[in-house]
């Protein structure tokens, strides 16, 4: 079946996506792994999103002119956030433009400045030969040409045969104030990081070179875990009941190939040594940092919930099986609460939370929905149960987001959709199923308590072709997506009555625990000043659909941002700087953790949040 999607190619990269007509450019980027700056919530006024066309047709908006030098406009920029893709196009995607790129990492992201120190420096030596006038020890000869860093016994022991051996020359890998190694000649060039999200789901690995802040490859893989169950409550339960310790010791052994594994790859592709990398650091959520570490999570599968650790952890990266130079570290980030872990973290660090313009909410939907609110000077955080519905799981014909999911859907007249690969569909993925809800509810075919109508319930004034999608199989009502004949098994797809309960259950979890903080400190969701939309998944929904749900506050579009995967933002500063570092374990010290299952309000909040707002604040695009 021809849907009529669009080519959309992005360089450089050669990365492409295919799209429905009429679909903004912003989201196209988005889908393709790219995320732009959008300060402005995308109503064209910062010009941050620029973008050039190489080829195909795409006409500039009053936005792009009014905000665009004419000579910028005549070599084919655009502003992504106002410009609608009608053919298929060839982009090409300036650094600048780039949420994620180094330099706004480390000099304009969330708009603040940031300095390129690392912890891990390379200092190359030269030293003078010891005589009957300068007979003083080797450490001390060393420790004036480097700065004293305390040295290990493996290396205390080598260190006067390598001396010796190689003419009193050669170079020290220093972590803060430790020696991590001593390599022959001068390999000052040669000293790289690697910044890691370890999602409950995926993973993403970034190599830095340490010593000019460049970004080098990104890698990005499934968590292996997920053969120990979907979400991390079922990982805590499989801990608990081996009593042997067996589980733990093969769930940190599967996340530790999974970081060798994209370490592996991103050092492949930049073509360097991973011999040559030197820290590893590390954000994920509570489970899965002690998982890697080899810690015992089973104190969380229990009231009260209790976390291991608080402060952030520098761990010899040979004790948890990573495949980097031997004398490597693992800096683990800070924690905040049971299910408030270091991801949450490394998000408010890339986001700048402490010095937000007004009320502010992080928030990054995923199986765990981690939610922090800043205001007035003060941080909460909690986190909520949401459960894998984003993810495709538990809905009837639901799938990750990979290539035959239906990633998008449009109700006019009648479906359109998009197809993740362009491929005959398989099933839908989290961002359909918001799409899909939220539009049937605009066109009345589902109520406020989410019950989908018979055919003969629905407006009079609904087309033919949509009245016709409203049928009951198994004595289930459903809505057809997908006829059997255009899916690739076969088998029609459609959303059921099942699916749109399992959305309300996700939704209303994650728009509770946003109720109860803005509760805490007295606001009215109106009054929500921005809310920062994190993760792989906030990246892909559409804010006006996700609003329309009730996921969130019903707030104008523009007050709604996407900041991409802030988790992996937040480990690359604190990889390329010690500023950022101490910065994180300021945020974490400063934020009260707020846990849902103590407060008494929860229930009843909850329960309201499942039921869907009756209208939309306004219309916006994205």
Known sequence: MDRGEIAVTFQPGGRRVFVLPGTLLLEAAGRAGIVLQNPCGGRGTCGK???RILEGDCPPSDAARRVLPAEQI??????ACQSYIRTPLKVEVPLESRLAGIQQILTTHAGRGGVLNPVVTKRHFRLAPPTSEDAVSDVARLGAAVGEPAIPVPLLRALPAFLRAHDWQGTAVVASDRLLALEPGDTTEAAYGVAVDLGTTTLVGTLFDLASGEE???ASALNP???????VVSRIWRVRENENGSALEEMQAAAADAVNAAIQDATRQAGVDAGHVYEV?????TTMQQILCGIDPSALGEV??????DGALTLPAQALGLAVHPGGEVFVFPQIGGFVGGDTVAGMLAAGLDQADGPTLLVDIGTNGEIVLAHDGKLLATSTAAGPAFEGARIVQGMRAAAGAIEKVVIGEDVAFNVIGNTPPVGLCGTALIDAVAEMLRRGLIDAAGRILAADEAPDDLPAALRARLLERDAQPCFLLVPAEDAASGEAICLWQKDVRELQLASGAI??????????VGLAPSAVGAVLLAGAFGNFIRRNNARR????????CGRIHFVGNAASLGARLALLSRAERTRAAELARATEHVDLSLDAAFQMEFGEAMMFPEDDVDACDG
């Not at 946003?514 to 805490?520: C, D, M, S, Y």
């Open 49 to 51: 999103c620029r973008v």
């Open 74 to 79: 005549a070599q084919g920029y655009r502003l």
């Open 216 to 218: 080098l490859a990104v």
């Open 225 to 231: 875990q997920v053969a120990f169950g979907d979400d």
């Open 281 to 285: 650091v590390i954000a994920g959520n």
């Open 304 to 309: 009260p919930f209790v976390h291991s650790f």
């Open 511 to 520: 728009r509770a625990g946003i109720n109860i903080l803005l509760r805490r």
């Open 549 to 556: 749900i009730g996921l969130l506050p019903q707030i104008p």
